[in-house]
């Protein structure tokens, strides 16, 4: 099962600072394959998907 993680990353009071990136591994589920990706107020950006 995956694991939700609340974070106080300071877009809730919009003092993130520009510049900050992430790196997000997405696992492909061999019979679900990638799931979804819910809506969100939060600005989100996949660079690239691979199998």
Partial sequence: PAKL??????MDSGSLTSGIARQV???RHPIHGFGFIAGSERPVIVRSVSA
């Fill in 5 to 10: 993680e609340e974070s106080q990353d300071g």
């Fill in 25 to 27: 591994c997405i696992q």
